[in-house]
């Protein structure tokens, strides 16, 4: 006969209660350690998030900047109140404004603006030509004092206030001294016989119609659409107006002019205010414009649970972009800055 098996308390493994207790102190364990890893996950997306607009709000000012510091290149002090032109596959091709930089409203986003550049991609933009020859119809050949840097496929603009016309090269400038023809046959942006020219044409001689050298003209607009900045650019070779996203983030941009309005001088080259009052289109209008102040509101990529902006971002003082219930669970920052209009103060 067997003796039972005595066992020790130890042996006899854990007990309900014990079991009990050990499970909730694992359960609150984690739960502090979810908490944790929750608040450092939020401070780390908040963080992330931010720079991200940073560099977004940083390279969307960038972008535009950079082509505002080339506007007006070889087209100021034009005094055209619009620049028109031919396209082969678009005869209304829509009238250009005769301003290096315009600012208008923005239709695609409300609160927001669209700016439009225009300038010269030659080297040669800013040396004018001067016609020598009476141009009255497209039929009559293009004769200027001066043909160095006038190439085949540019696009040249006969300017003579009121009127501004471009035409496009057919082939390169061809003479020498001061009698030098600009060949400018069948080509895209060159209107046939039975199109003419503004009533009585261009003028030569001593005050005559002026020729300027556009390379491939830069026509380009900057917006926001669908919380995204985009560029719209005026494609040479096919007429078209191609759009392309840039900087994804941006809900919000607005421009206003940079003036010269110093009396009894106002064309001194100072800055003196700002304001979205769109200049004449004359010489004189353009040589007011000195800068462009820019501002872009960009949105973090980050939701948050609570709201954390307010209803309105300002821009700058008494102008707010409005931001709806849903959108104040984003981050924004602002960007501003004042851009000089080089070739407007240099012409002045």
């Known amino acids: 006969m067997h003796k039972p098996i005595s066992l020790r308390k130890s042996d006899l493994g854990f007990s309900l209660v014990e079991l009990l207790v050990a499970t909730a102190i694992t359960l609150i364990s984690l739960l502090i350690i979810v908490q944790v890893f929750s608040v450092y996950d939020g401070w780390k997306r908040t963080t992330t998030g931010t720079a991200q607009s940073q560099e977004n709000g940083l390279l969307g000012a960038f972008s535009i900047e950079r082509d505002l510091r080339h506007a007006g290149f070889g087209m100021i002090g034009l005094g055209c109140p619009t620049i028109t032109a031919y396209y082969a596959n678009a005869p209304i091709a829509p009238p250009l404004s005769g301003l290096p930089v315009t600012i208008t409203p923005n239709p695609l986003a409300a609160g927001t603006d669209r700016i439009s550049i225009l300038y010269s991609s030659s080297p040669f933009g ?153 200049p004449a289109l ?50 924004y920052r602002v960007f501003q800055t004042v851009v000089p209009l080089k070739n407007t103060i240099w012409n002045n």
Not at 293 to 308: A, D, F, K, Y
Not at 315 to 323: K, T, V
Request: charged share 15%.
């Open 282 to 331: 004359t010489a004189a209008g353009a040589n007011t414009l000195v800068a462009v102040q820019i501002s872009l509101i960009v949105r973090s990529g980050n939701w948050e649970r609570t709201e954390v902006s307010p209803a309105a971002i300002e821009y700058w003082p008494g102008e707010a972009l409005a931001i709806g219930a849903d959108d104040r669970h984003y981050r």
């Open 126 to 278: 800013n040396i004018a030509a001067r016609v020598q020859a009476d141009l009255a119809d497209p039929s009559a050949l293009l004769i200027v004092d001066n043909g160095i840097g006038f190439n085949q496929g540019d696009m040249v603009l006969i300017s003579q206030p009121p009127d501004c016309f471009i035409l496009q090269l057919s082939q390169d400038a061809t003479g020498a001294g001061t009698s030098w023809n600009l060949p400018y046959g069948p080509m895209p942006w060159n209107p046939p016989a039975n199109v003419q020219f503004p009533a009585g044409g261009f003028k030569g001689g001593v005050g005559g119609a002026q020729v300027l050298n556009l390379g491939q003209l830069v026509d380009r607009s900057y917006f926001v659409q669908n919380n995204v900045l985009r560029m719209a650019e005026r494609n040479m070779v096919t007429g078209n107006v191609d759009t392309f996203d840039l900087i994804p983030g941006v809900v919000g941009l607005r421009a206003r002019y940079g003036r010269d309005t110093a009396i009894p001088n106002p064309l001194d080259g100072v800055l003196d205010t700002f304001d979205n009052d769109t």
